[in-house]
Structures are given as C-alpha cells and as structure tokens.
C-alpha cells in the first residue's frame, strides 16, 4: 500500500564541528519521503521555490516518488534551515529558519493522493497538517511529528492535531517541553490522554521508546561508530517506519514494533552523510542487514 508525506522540502545549512555544507537538500518531507520509498510507493506532498535545484527533483525521482503533490511557486523562496552540532551531535542549534513558500501555502491534494491509506504528517506547521486530513478520504494510519517552534508559537492547534491522529512522534526534549515531565514513560501516559493511540518518544542515539495498548516497545538505536551528520535523523526514522507498516501484511498493531527497528536502521543510514548523501546510497538489502545485526545484539 502507499505512503504519503507531507512537510517541508528544503535545502538545508548545516555545521558539524569538523565540517560545513551549505544549501544540501533537506526537509522533513524530504528525508521521510526517501526512507518510506525503501519499502512502499511513496507520495510527496510539498512546496519549493524557484531556487530549488533540479538535480534534486532529479533524486526524488531517483528513488521513485511520486511528485504531483509537489508544488513550484517560480517566484518563491524554498524553506532554507540552517543549524550547527556541537561535539556531542545529539545537541544541536537552529541559526536561522526562513519560511519562504511554506508561510502562505495552503496544500492541495492531488485526486489520488486523498486515497492514501498510510499518512505521515512530518514536521511542519499544524494548520498545514490539519489541512491535509481534512482532505483524505480514508485514511487507515496516520502518524505526526512536530517539533518544539510549533509548541512554541503554535500549541492549540498542535493540541487539537494530536486528537485527529493515531500515532505522534517527537523527541524527549520535546516531550518534556509538551508534559513538563522529566521521566519519558511519565511523559508517555500523559501525551496518551492527549488524544493518540501509539506515542513513539525518540531518544536521538539512545534509540526509541514506544507505548501503545499493549504497553512499551523499547527499540535500541544501530551501534554507529561515526556520525558525519544527524540531520534528518527522526524523519527518516518515521519515513522508513511508515514505509514498513505500509509495506507489510497484518494490522499495525501487529507489525509496529519491526516497524520501528527498521525506521531506526534507516535513520542510521541517514547520519553516516550530510543531508540525505547517505540514505540515498542505501539500500534494502543494505538495511535488511542491519535490522538482522539489532535483532541479534537485542536478543536475549
Ligand atoms: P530532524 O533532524 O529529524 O529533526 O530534521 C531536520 C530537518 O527538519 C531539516 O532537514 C530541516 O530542513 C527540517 N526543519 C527544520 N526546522 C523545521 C521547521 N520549523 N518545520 C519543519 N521542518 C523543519
């Protein structure tokens, strides 16, 4: 079954304490559109500018994703992130977010895209998330992320999203932001009473925590030994874990904890380049074997 994501296509600055890259292709949608496309046919839902360069339409394409979704507003300005790692790149800074073409966008699905059965709202503004629920027609899993500027300017109507999804993902600085809770599983019961289903609370290279009917899943994070650049790191994470769930047979219930250690080992793949160089260069075989490694070393 298919996949669709929507949230930010953008080109990315970014700095590491040993190296700088400016204007890579990123975005939330971006790398969780390439990390669902592993596993299922995958729908982007997007906005760019004039500014944004073919080759990287060229690499959507590469990985088949279907792009009628993807707007082009020629005298626009495409979303620009830049941000900068310190030594332990689990902590990083935003320097500068310019909107661009997102701020007045207004999303328009495609006639099959409103078909979509499996829906990832990555990271973007919740009034854009809304507004592509309000045109689905019969969605059978939808997950979102956010991430904290949206709890910041933007919390009712976060808060009202999270009643209108089944699963939400964020991170533990996030959840602690949205539930003034320190401890993640305190955390996790008060994001349920918020409305979701299954809460996944991500814990950058400590792995992930889910919680959902049948209690906790806690999924280690793949044992990298070097880091290049996390960025897009959590997206690739829910791409490559809604990829799976759209790819795999039974209910989600069933396969979501797999789901997740496949989102993880693709979130792997993501850190071992700048921007999305090395989840491009992936492969399922490649990704197949990793989750074999982690199905090893957490067995016991
Ligand atoms: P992650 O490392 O998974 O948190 O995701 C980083 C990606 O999020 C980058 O590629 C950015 O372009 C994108 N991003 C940064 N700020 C925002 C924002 N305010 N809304 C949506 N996406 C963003």
Redesign the pocket.
Known sequence: MSVLVV??T???SIKTPSAENPRLL???A??AAIAASFFAPTKLLGVVGGDFPAKYIKLYQKHGIELAGLERVKAGQT???S?EYEVNMNN?R?LD?V?GV?ESWSPKLPGDYKAAPYVLL????PPIQHAVIDQLSRPKFIVADT?D??MNIMLPDLLRLLKRVDAFVL?EGEAHQLTQEDNVFSALKKIHKLGPKYVIIKKGSHGAVLSGPKGFFIAPAYPLKKVVD????????VGGMIGYLASAKGDVEKNLRRAIIHGTVTASFCCEGF?VVATTKATRQAIDARVKELEALARF
Do not use: E, K
């Open positions: 949230g930010t953008a080109l990315d990123g975005g939330s971006s790398h979303f620009h992130w941000g990083r935003t977010t909107l997102i990555a990271n973007i503004a991430m500027l949206w991170n996390p960025t897009g790191a959590g997206d690739s994470f921007g």
